[in-house]
């Protein structure tokens, strides 16, 4: 007995060592290798070894904006990474030209010369795409002692990384599978791009194949903003399963395109694209991301809504359960059809039937709609009391307390011995408040009258804005503007309320954008990324400080204080040159072409001024081409807004300036008159320029 009882003790001793010996779990794959098998079961890959080089540039030395999130972006990339049993993850902050080669040689060096070693290189922090004399584009990645391009071109292709650098380093590979994931934006000869497809690729003999891809967060002269989506994006790709879009635990570099390219423009004006780098030979692979079994190590991952309204406190219901009140967020939700209800008292319910996937999160903006009256009452009251009123565009004649449909009316008022006025109102369902006008006595000595077009000493043509009052914002809802022209409807909630805004002076804007010779002729330079487009295109890649300098100068050369940006609801006002159509010509989006550089027709670069017709104004490219800055600070939504057409600005100023008009590379969402944006006022881009207004004194 004793000695059966010692053999038992021995074996159970040598299967403790022996338990003792194995690798923790999240070790395991680097013991072992990654293994990637067909839906037959079949081996098609194995990893024997995973290396990941991760580089971050947050702290820039030299005029770039810093990034302040990419430490933390980093660290998020390498514990998903060291948590999918990368053998190595090496992680470099704030490299500059010199640390930044030699840590990507040295990488190669100790890791790219096997031929069953997996390799990842990740990079987040300023790019940009210059073009060559000839017309070739050369993307770079900008180390942080690179210094602005436009300020110092020769500093800056002395210290950027060209991605021809980056295509000689991944020649000297062995590696069978290599992924570059690049968090910033230019493009590049060097790049071979792929088209999207349908459906992401089965695992497969192909998958073995050797292959060097590459994913960028977005194309050339697109701006990398200072918190990222796609980084976060990726992560959560790969740790919440979200980029397994067939459901085999495996992530495909093909699928993980697929995945960012419809996740990222959802949340930022970013276009993620993929392709290879080396030719044919080294694009007919796919690099693997092996998930966990589901059941083996994770819970499904539940839907999720978020819900925003205009209404605070309205209640929201899931299948007529309730849920909370608005706003809320990360409301777990099983997959399948759901109907959401989003109600408050005075208020028309939103009911909507919604279909929600595993791990996937849907955000609904709700937009709910005051019950009240469908008619509204004109009261007119006017100084001199019993001046005659005409609602010029409707065929009832006018009576104190009419009942009118919601709209804009075009009113003219007149009495003995006063000035005859005519005036653009806009009146909401239910509104009674009185109109008030106060109209001018005649005098004899009248002043000359103003001319309707003047140009000053360089050349610069301004047309006459008369005053009067218009309808501000949009008549439509975001959603029904994102269903008819697409993107997110909270993209343009900052269009409503749909206010009157009155104009009482008259003033001068010029009918074109500043153009290239103007801007020269004053400033000595030339800023524009398509110089070659000529010296009567607009000139672009100016900030609103920028233009600021400019009108500065202008006014000094001219011994004036009358220039100026025209404001936001002045700029809309011109747009519209009396219209209450969502495009100056009409509703009729396909007449754009006619009348303003877009997408559709641009070619993805800027034109001539005024080769396009005019609004009835004659006011050229005030939807398209460029971009046009106004005075005004950004505010979202416009409640509270001036309503009597001066910049809305605050005191101290707010972090962002107003944009208006859209520009070559936007669609008719962004072309229409009650479209705004807004950016820092420090921000040079392609897209942005100006037009001036001048004030009549």
Known sequence: MQLKAIIRLGCLISLLFAVALLPPPHLAAQVRGVSV????????????KSYALLIGMSRYTSGWSDLGSVPGELDQVGDMLEAQGFSKVVKRLDLDSIEFRRIFETFISDYGFESDNRLFFFFSGHGHTLKGPWGRESGYIVPVDAPDPRADLKGFKSKAVEMEQIRTWVSKLDARHVLFL????????????????????????????PVRQFITAGKARRQVPARSVFTPAFVDAIKRRKGDLNGDNYITGSELAMHLKDEVPRYVKQNPQEGCIGGYSMCQGDFVFALPKQEDKYQQIPATLAIES?????????????????????????????????????????????????????ALYVDLRRIGPSKGRLYVDTEPEGARVRVLNIKPKYFRGMELDPGSYHLELSAKGYKTERHWITFSAGYEAPFKFKLTKLTTAKPPPLPEVITNSIGMKFVLIPAGSFAMGSRISPEEVSKRYG???????????????????????????????QWREIMGTNPSYFKDCGENCPVESVSWEDAHKFIS??????????????????????????????????????????????????????????????????LYDMLGNVWEWVEDDWHDPYEGAPTDGRAWVNDPRNTYRVFRGGAYDDGPSFARCAARVADVPDLRDDVLGFRCARTIQ
């Open 553 to 618: 100068k202008l006014n000094q050369k001219e011994g004036t204080d009358k220039y100026r940006l025209p404001t936001e609801a002045e700029w809309e006002y011109a747009c519209r040159s009396g219209t209450t159509t969502l495009f100056s010509f009409g509703d009729d989006a396909d007449k754009l072409d006619d009348y303003g550089w877009y997408s559709r027709n641009s070619n993805e670069r800027t034109h001539p001024t005024a080769t396009l017709k005019s609004n009835s104004w004659g």
């Open 37 to 48: 098998i067909d839906e037959t079961g079949r081996e098609v890959v194995r990893y024997q």
């Open 182 to 209: 690049f968090d910033s934006c230019f493009s590049g000869t060097v790049f071979t791009y792929k088209s999207g497809k349908d459906m992401p690729p089965a695992i497969a003999d192909a998958t073995s194949e």
């Open 487 to 517: 993107g997110k409807a909270e993209w343009y909630k900052s269009e409503r309320p749909l206010h009157e805004v009155r104009l009482g002076k008259s003033f001068y804007l010029q009918t074109t954008e500043v153009t290239q010779g």
């Open 310 to 362: 205009n209404v605070a406190g309205a209640r929201v219901l899931i299948d007529g359960r309730e849920v909370g009140s608005t706003n809320l967020e990360n409301i777990e939700i099983t997959s399948g059809e759901h109907e959401i209800r989003v109600e408050k008292g005075g208020y028309e319910p939103y009911i909507r039937q919604v279909r929600f996937a595993d791990g996937r999160t849907v």
